[in-house]
Nanobody
Framework: QVQLRQSGGGLVQAGGSLRLSCQLS????????LGWFRQKPGTEREFVAHMSSVISWTTYAEAVKGRFTASRNNLQNTYHLEMNNLLPEDTAVYFC????????????????????WGRGTQVTVSS
């Protein structure tokens, strides 16, 4: 059974940095598409970053591009989201997500595309 265990997050001042981690268990990670999403109070869960399974390709939401960096370590079955120059509007619950062997046409930006989810971790950025 595939499970995702999240760690990291917390409270930081604007301009600061945080690192989120996600540990995948139950299967080797190399064939999983991996994603990061976030949910702000009263809003829908939104796409943050995606890392493909087959090719080395990572994409980001415009709001975080240049500030956030996603990475994966298939040997350790872990992936991370480095968040720099954090802004108050980055305050949200952050979720890691994964999907095994995504089919052609996989919508990496769509939360409903991912089968497995972490429980979420709070990131709060104070001004």
């Amino acid at each position: 059974q595939v499970q995702l265990r999240q760690s990291g997050g917390g409270l930081v001042q604007a301009g600061g940095s945080l690192r989120l981690s996600c540990q995948l268990s139950g299967r080797g990670m190399s064939e999983f598409a991996l994603g990061w999403f976030r949910q702000k109070p009263g809003t829908e869960r939104e796409f943050v970053a995606h890392m493909s399974s087959v090719i080395s390709w990572t994409t980001y939401a415009e709001a975080v591009k240049g500030r956030f960096t996603a990475s994966r370590n298939n040997l350790q079955n872990t992936y991370h989201l480095e968040m720099n120059n954090l802004l108050p509007e980055d305050t949200a619950v952050y979720f890691c997500a994964a999907h095994f062997k995504p089919a052609s046409g996989f919508q990496w930006f769509n939360k409903t595309s991912y089968r497995y989810w972490g429980r979420g971790t709070q990131v709060t950025v104070s001004s």
